[in-house]
C-alpha cells in the first residue's frame, strides 16, 4: 500500500469519526431540547394547578339572578386567594356551592356581615341592625311578596353572612330557606373579573 492510499485512508477514518461526533452532538442536542420542552410543560401544569385550586378559578354565570351587574353566559375568574388574608365584606360578589345539588355554585352579592341583623320592609328597605342600607349599585325594589323570610329579623352567627342577587325579584338566595345564611367556610371566592364577553371583558366593581 502506498502512503498516498494510507493517506486517503486516515483521511477516510477522520472523516468518518468527525461525522460520528457531529451526530453524536445532534442527539445530545435534541435529547437537551425535549428534556427542556418537558419541564417547561410540567412547570406550566404545575402552575395551571395551583392558579386553578388556590389562586383562581373559571366560572360562568348561569340564570339572571345577577342582572344587570352580571349576565347569563358571562364567564368570569374567582379570586380564591384574598379571604386568605382578610373577611368577606359587604357588597362583595361571592361564589359558594349550592348545598342540594352536586356541583352546582351560587353567585350572589354579600348583604349583612357576621353578628348583624338583617331585616326587609314590606316597601323594599333592606335594614342593617335596624338602620336603611345605602346602596350605590343599580338594583330594582323588592316586591312585598318577595321578601321571604327576612320580613323577619334574621340574625347571623358569627360565621354567616346574608347574600343577595341583584335581580331582587328573581332570584334564591338567602331569602329562601333553600339557600339560608352562608358560612364562611363555604365561599368558595370573590368574583374578580369578567373574561366573557369580550365587549364586556375587564375587573368587576362590588359598589
Not at 44 to 55: A, D, E, M, P
Amino acid at each position: 500500500m502506498t502512503k498516498g492510499m494510507e493517506a486517503g485512508i486516515d483521511k477516510s477514518i477522520n472523516s468518518g469519526a468527525a461525522k460520528g461526533r457531529k451526530k453524536s452532538r445532534g442527539l445530545n442536542r435534541g435529547m437537551r431540547e425535549m428534556i427542556s420542552t418537558l419541564l417547561y410543560l410540567l412547570i406550566v401544569l404545575c402552575i395551571t394547578y395551583v392558579v386553578i385550586h388556590y389562586v383562581g378559578q373559571r366560572t360562568e354565570v348561569w340564570g339572571a339572578s345577577m342582572e344587570s351587574t352580571l349576565n347569563d353566559g358571562d364567564n368570569l375568574i374567582v379570586d380564591k386567594i384574598t379571604y386568605r388574608f382578610r373577611d368577606p365584606q359587604r357588597f362583595d360578589i361571592i361564589v359558594f356551592p349550592f348545598q342540594y345539588e352536586e356541583n352546582t355554585y351560587y353567585i350572589k352579592r354579600i348583604i349583612g356581615l357576621p353578628g348583624e341583623t338583617v331585616q326587609i320592609g314590606l316597601d323594599g328597605t333592606i335594614y342593617i341592625d335596624g338602620e336603611a342600607l345605602e346602596e350605590t349599585y343599580g338594583r330594582e325594589v323588592i316586591k312585598p311578596e318577595n321578601v321571604g323570610i327576612a320580613i323577619e329579623p334574621v340574625v347571623l352567627e358569627e360565621d354567616e353572612y346574608f347574600v343577595m342577587g341583584d335581580n331582587r325579584n328573581n332570584s334564591s338566595d338567602s331569602r329562601t330557606e333553600v339557600v339560608g345564611n352562608i358560612h364562611r367556610d363555604d365561599i368558595i371566592g370573590r368574583a374578580w373579573m369578567r373574561i366573557w364577553p369580550l365587549s364586556e371583558i375587564g375587573i368587576l366593581k362590588h359598589q
